[in-house]
């Protein structure tokens, strides 16, 4: 690939800008000053990419990777959208992390005022097999709701219900699974399907509003107990290999 556009992806800023950087000879790969920018490059994850703050003389020296892969715990009152006329958006939050780049996209969504676990990556391949309906990926939450959880509603809930879908307008049959009851109005529950609102749908079907909706689970994630509402995380090599499995692809070095 190209020097300017593995720099431009390993350090989140521009294109542009990463030539103007290269062009003042301030990157550095594995400690060798290149100046470049349409240079092709073959580098492996222990490649080094070295970036010189000429202010301050600082290095910030990062690997290399094919693709990113982050985590964050997405806070209310934010849409999960690249651009919003009238939301903030799940990417102005992932840009106050140290974790922003402009090539991530979120897998999934989650409304805007769902909160928890909410995964990023810039493999698009593997971004569509978490998202497709053939693939099955379990999605797990903390549900409070503003009526007491009984036996029958757990009941309904596991047989399932049908709701319109809104993409296809056609009836789909949902249901929830591995349902954990906590105190009186608070339930854990598994869901696969991953219709638009459709744990809200579910539960106003059966005259129970949703107050509390968040996320802790998908796929082999969890939502990490340190990370913070509003912060994120990059994923481990191990974690990633996890995810890559769980939908039958192989993790690319």
């Avoid at 690997?63 to 006329?85: E, G, M, Y």
Wanted: hydrophobic share 35%.
């Amino acid at each position: 690939e190209r020097l300017d556009k593995l720099v431009s992806h390993t350090f989140g800023i521009t294109r542009s800008t990463a030539r103007k950087l290269l062009t003042k000879g301030l990157v550095r790969l594995d400690g060798k000053k290149v100046l470049k920018a349409s240079k092709l490059v073959s580098l492996d994850q222990n490649t080094q990419i070295q970036l010189l703050n000429p202010d301050t003389g600082k290095i910030d020296s990062r690997s290399w990777r094919r693709h990113d892969h982050v985590v964050l715990n997405k806070p209310k009152a934010c849409v999960t959208a690249q651009h919003d006329p009238r939301h903030r958006t799940v990417i102005d939050v992932l840009k106050q992390t140290s974790h922003y780049k402009p090539r991530l996209r979120p897998v999934g969504r989650l409304d805007l005022d769902t909160t928890g676990l909410l995964f990023f990556t810039s493999d698009g391949e593997l971004l569509h097999r978490l998202t497709h309906p053939d693939h099955h990926v379990p999605k797990r939450y903390m549900v409070t709701t503003e009526k007491p959880i009984t036996d029958t509603l757990i009941t309904k809930m596991e047989e399932g219900m049908e709701l319109k879908d809104p993409r296809s307008g056609r009836l789909k049959h949902v249901s929830a699974s591995d349902m954990e009851v906590f105190g009186e109005f608070s339930v854990r529950l598994t869901i696969h399907e991953g219709m638009n609102r459709q744990i809200r749908r579910m539960f106003a079907t059966l005259a129970n509003e949703v107050l509390e909706l968040s996320r802790i689970e998908m796929g082999p994630l969890g939502l990490p107990d340190e990370l913070a509402v509003g912060e994120a995380i990059a994923l481990c090599d191990e974690r990633v290999q996890q995810v890559y499995h769980s939908v039958d692809l192989k993790h690319p070095v």
